[in-house]
């Protein structure tokens, strides 16, 4: 018999490419959402999933949501809650929202695996100077599951994620500006300077499936409790530029400004957040550090070379969105 897969944040980049890939792959999907009435919802629907209504903030529904789960994938989203309520307050209820996650997991008897997106911390890797909330908040989610529910953490992997190549269409501040009256010239403003070392998880819509794919087929290799780390390449913050380019031929140059340049182009909140984010990368370019040998990537899991999408590839493909 097939065995069930309840996908949270389905209808959305991360859930959606764990629900399509694992319906490929032959398993049950159930996909939570808190609309079944939305586009993204019905489309699940469609292609061969079931729907269950449940949300974050109440343990309950996700208990009645996860009933007879074999895994379980989880992904929050900090930056819902930022824009209405802050970071500070983002911050703390998506670390409630991962914990609540996995207390439901935890109440479930057929559960074998857990698996939740999180984040490394920006305070652990550079220090307390570069706190970040969303990516702190995520961390402190699989601290609290590994300390509190310590037989589920032997069942959970943590699943981290690079930049999104799909950044480029979504995200305003990862966007290169045309310049007015330029025919074409377009600038990069970013507060760390173009050299800094990244991680790039490349077309998330399809890594984030073969990776979750490949964990449900070899648990022994990402538990317990590892950090399973999504990426296509790590490279200097221009190359990530340079794919833009290339893909789209246009012009554009990486211009680097301050911190406080960056919060007034965009507003301290969000502005913030990002510009710390990316300061943090440049303290500190191994995403691993403070987790060392408890970090998996994709040829620990057996992935392919062939199987990932990189940023370019995904670029050169999306060229209609740039
Ligand atoms: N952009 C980057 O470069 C980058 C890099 C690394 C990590 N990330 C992380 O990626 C995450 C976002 O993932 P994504 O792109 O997949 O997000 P997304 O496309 O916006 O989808 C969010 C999903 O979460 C569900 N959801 C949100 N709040 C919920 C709640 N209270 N109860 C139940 N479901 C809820 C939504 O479902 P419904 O609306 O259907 O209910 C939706 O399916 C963020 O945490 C971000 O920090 C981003």
Redesign the pocket.
């Known amino acids: 018999m097939a065995k069930l897969i309840v996908v ?8 959606g490419s764990v629900a399509r890939r694992m319906l490929t792959d032959g398993w049950k999907v159930r996909a ?4 079944k009435e ?1 586009a ?2 019905k489309a699940l629907l469609e292609a061969g999933a079931e729907l269950a209504s ?4 109440h343990v309950s529904s996700l208990k009645t949501a996860f009933e007879g789960a074999n895994a379980i994938f989880g ?6 809650y930022m824009f209405d309520n802050g970071a500070k307050a983002a911050e703390e209820k998506e670390t409630q ?1 991962i914990v609540n996650i996995a207390t439901a997991a935890n109440s479930i008897p057929t559960l074998e695996h857990l698996i939740l ?1 999180t ?1 490394p911390s920006a305070e652990k890797l550079a220090g307390p100077k570069y706190a970040v909330p ?1 990516m702190d908040s995520k961390d402190k989610a699989a601290d609290k599951i590994k300390a509190e529910l310590p037989d589920l953490a032997k069942k959970t992997t943590f699943l981290w ?1 690079g ?2 190549a799909s ?1 480029f269409w979504a ?1 305003p501040m990862m966007i290169p500006t045309e310049l007015p009256n330029s025919t074409g010239s377009h600038v990069y403003l970013q507060p760390i300077p173009a050299s800094t070392p990244i991680y790039y ?1 490349g077309d998330t819509e399809t890594n984030t499936g073969a990776f979750v794919s490949a964990i449900l087929a070899k648990p022994h290799i990402s538990t317990p409790a590892k950090y399973a780390f999504v990426y296509t390449e790590q490279g200097p913050f221009s190359e990530y530029l340079q794919a833009w380019k290339d893909a789209t031929g246009k012009r554009a140059t990486f211009v680097q400004i301050s911190r406080a340049e960056y919060e007034d182009l965009w507003g301290k909140e969000i502005g913030g957040e990002l510009a710390m984010m990316l300061e943090s990368f440049a303290m500190e370019s191994d995403w691993g550090k403070a987790h060392k040998g408890h970090v998996i990537t994709a040829k620990d899991l057996g992935i392919a070379e062939g199987e990932l999408v990189g940023v370019k590839d995904t670029l050169i493909r999306e060229k209609h969105r740039l």
């Open positions: 949270c944040g389905a209808t959305g980049g991360l859930g939570i959402t808190r609309n939305s993204g919802a449940a949300n974050y903030d992904v929050t989203n900090f930056f819902e929202q997106h984040l969303h994620l930049m999104f950044n995200f998880a």
